[in-house]
């Protein structure tokens, strides 16, 4: 009786399918993985071995499933090897694929799930076989099972499924009040003080939304940022992007890690190298020229390109940029990540690589760059696009930064006119954001107009307030203002900025003269 009982509360091909449909569709984990309790959920010892095995290879070794790569991962110990033999290891996992839906997985997973929640209800000695024999249990789902029995099973119910509950939002006060003595509530800090100020740094669940109009340094600035996360506060970075390529952001990084005195500090090597110099292979001898490859007097090379990249690679300046980017992967190892999305940026294809950026390289900061729509009349998904990465920054608990491009007419605004109208028909985006930037290069020509004001810092204090200071005319400079900020007051922040070293440096913040 008691066997034929444990049948009814078991559901073997819904455990298969979806096994197999996360086979088949590894990036289905990102969605499904975090709710699934392999203990509770897989009563098959088949079943639930295939999922462990999945779920450890996604999360440490592949997002790709082959046979080669699986039968790799299952060798590299004893234990699971063996057990994976016995169970007839891809031949098993070919068959859950070849039988599963991806497209069902839906509900594969709410059918496991409440034969699940079932199971753990009998367990714990309440009358789950009455359920069983409901008119219309086949249309019931887990949770409706659970309002069946609520009024007894609210533990049950904590360990097999999640269901939030309301707080009394004034417990605790004083605590919480003294927590921030100990531990002030302050995000990953940044090189930049303004960010520090008005931001308290990367907050976690806090996406700043930074906005420039197009090719003024959006992606520039991000990767300076990464590479301030990662290699000043060791935490971990993904950048999204639909903009640059892997290779494009790659001689960026290594250009800012060179030049940026922030960096230089840290790497303790005194170079200043562009990335045009870089990317061309130009590098300078004692003498302070380039050397080239020799030739005659007709021009004709008389010496090969073997012995030409020998002497390159003799100069001083070639070996200090190669004994930086030695420190530079060193540093950066496991801590910093590129995914491009040129092919998919769609809110389905981002949500998913936020998703995995903390799901599978459990990284810190996300960021996205840049946010856009395909079709000029879809603006109003730029806005659910805004939504949804603010969602997910919350539900992950991470630090994000988005970029997205301004009008072409703020090119004729003045700073400190910039406003939400300066995003066009996609102005809608400020309204779920709770911070937002919006940015532009200084006309030289205006310099004038402005002044800043540099942040304090103890040595300038010693000899008394801060002074504000013009504009430099040698120097090129943006401004960003600070259009919305739940977090405290708004100001304009000056940069002075070289993109040819991708050098970026918050000066102050920006006032007019008066």
Same mark, same amino acid.
């Given at each position: 009786m008691e066997q034929e009982i444990a049948l009814k509360m078991m559901n073997v091909q819904s455990e298969l399918l979806l096994v197999g449909a996360l086979y088949s569709s590894p990036d289905l984990y990102i969605t499904y993985g975090s709710s699934i309790r392999s203990k509770y959920d897989f009563e098959d010892k088949?079943?639930?071995? !295939?999922? =462990?095995?999945?779920?450890d290879y996604y999360l440490t070794f592949s997002q790709e499933v082959t046979e080669n790569k699986l039968n790799t991962f299952c060798s590299q110990n004893i234990e699971t090897f063996k057990k994976y033999r016995a169970f007839k290891g891809w031949a098993t996992v070919k068959s859950m694929m070849e039988m599963a839906d991806v497209n069902d997985i839906k509900n594969y997973f709410n059918t496991v799930k409440k034969y699940s929640l079932i199971r753990e209800y009998n367990n714990n000695g309440f009358p789950a076989e009455k359920i069983l024999q409901f008119k219309d249990f086949q249309r019931l789902s887990a949770n409706d099972i659970y309002r069946i029995m609520r009024s007894k099973c609210d533990k049950i119910n904590t360990d097999v499924s999640v269901m939030d509950e309301p707080v009394v939002l004034t417990n605790n006060t004083i605590s919480t009040i003294d927590s921030y003595l100990a531990?002030?509530?302050?995000?990953?800090?940044?090189?930049?003080?303004?960010?520090?100020?008005?931001?308290?740094?990367?907050?976690?669940?806090?996406? $700043? !939304?930074?906005?420039?109009?197009?090719?003024?340094?959006?992606?520039?600035? *991000?990767?300076?940022?990464?590479?301030?996360? &990662?290699?000043?506060?060791?935490?971990? &970075?993904? $950048? *999204?992007?639909?903009?640059?390529?892997?290779?494009?952001?790659?001689?960026?990084? *290594?250009?800012?890690? *060179? %030049? %940026?005195? $922030? !960096?230089k500090e840290l790497h303790g090597i005194d170079i200043n190298k562009n990335e045009k110099e870089l990317t061309l292979g130009l590098y300078k001898d004692e003498s302070g020229e380039f050397v080239v490859r020799k030739t005659d007097e007709s021009g004709e090379f008389i010496e090969s390109e073997e012995e030409y990249i020998e002497r390159v690679k003799a100069t001083e300046e070639y070996q200090k940029v190669k004994a930086v980017g030695e420190w530079l992967e060193r540093q950066t190892e496991g801590k910093l990540y590129f995914h491009d999305i040129t092919s998919d940026y769609s809110q389905e294809a981002i949500e998913l690589e936020i998703r995995k950026s903390k799901v599978v390289y459990k990284c810190d900061v996300f960021i996205m760059d840049t946010m856009k729509v395909d079709q000029l009349e879809s603006w109003d998904r730029l806005k659910m696009l805004a939504t949804k990465i603010v969602e997910l920054g919350k539900e992950l608990k991470m630090s994000g930064i988005a970029t997205f491009q301004l009008t072409d007419a703020t090119v004729f605004d003045d700073i400190f006119d910039l406003s939400s109208n300066n995003i066009g028909a996609a102005k809608?985006?400020?309204? +779920?954001? =709770?911070?937002?930037?919006?940015?532009?290069?200084?006309?030289?020509?205006?310099? =004038?107009?402005?002044?800043?004001? +540099?942040?304090?810092?103890?040595?300038?204090?010693?000899?008394?307030?801060?002074?504000?200071?013009?504009? %430099?005319?040698?120097?090129?400079?943006?401004?960003?203002?600070?259009?919305?900020?739940?977090?405290?007051?708004?100001?304009?922040?000056?940069?002075?900025?070289?993109? %040819?070293?991708?050098?970026?440096?918050?000066?102050?913040?920006?006032?007019?003269? !008066?």
């Open positions: 088949v079943t639930r071995f !295939f999922y =462990d095995v999945f779920e531990t002030p509530e302050m995000g990953i800090p940044l090189s930049w003080e303004g960010y520090n100020e008005y931001f308290r740094g990367l907050l976690p669940s806090t996406v $700043i !939304f930074q906005g420039l109009l197009s090719n003024e340094g959006k992606s520039r600035m *991000i990767t300076m940022m990464a590479a301030d996360v &990662v290699l000043r506060q060791k935490c971990r &970075v993904m $950048i *999204i992007s639909n903009e640059m390529t892997e290779r494009a952001i790659k001689n960026c990084l *290594i250009t800012t890690v *060179i %030049n %940026n005195p $922030i !960096f809608g985006i400020k309204h +779920p954001v =709770d911070v937002m930037l919006l940015g532009k290069k200084l006309k030289r020509e205006e310099y =004038d107009k402005y002044q800043y004001m +540099p942040f304090a810092t103890e040595e300038s204090l010693m000899w008394g307030d801060p002074v504000a200071k013009d504009l %430099n005319p040698k120097k090129e400079y943006i401004a960003f203002k600070i259009d919305k900020n739940r977090l405290a007051s708004k100001t304009i922040l000056l940069f002075q900025y070289d993109l %040819n070293y991708n050098v970026w440096l918050n000066v102050g913040e920006l006032q007019k003269k !008066f």
